[in-house]
């Protein structure tokens, strides 16, 4: 059975051909995918490889956590099923306190009138 790994720590520059020649060094590669960043159009500097069987996922681990990789030190580990995440927070930027709660101030930075 096929085992996933993650793999972090990429050069934005790094292919899926290169990710999948390199970790064939450990064994049979199945699969390699390079996540991209939407917003900026490129690698996110992450991906994940799987392998064709339990021993030779242990052996990428074994010849590549913690090496460098084209100037970079990879990160690699057993892949986690997305189920195992913790949800994440809603929203964003962090606001949401309304125009009023401005410390006493009106729109033109002078004080109000009360």
């Not at 793999?7 to 790094?14: A, F, K, N, R």
């Amino acid at each position: 059975m096929a085992k996933r790994l993650y793999v972090g720590g990429l050069p934005y520059s790094t292919t899926e051909d290169e990710l999948k020649e390199t970790f064939s060094q450990a064994g049979s590669v199945e699969s390699a995918t390079i996540i991209q960043d939407r917003m900026a159009g490129r690698s996110a500097g992450f991906g994940f490889v799987e392998m064709s069987n339990d021993d030779e996922a242990t052996k990428a681990i074994e010849m590549f956590d913690g090496k460098d990789f084209n100037g970079r030190s990879l990160r690699v580990n057993e892949a986690r099923p997305m189920g195992e995440r913790p949800p994440r927070r809603e929203g964003g930027f962090g606001g949401g306190r309304g125009r009023d709660d401005r410390g006493g101030r009106d729109d033109r930075g002078g004080r109000r009138e009360y």
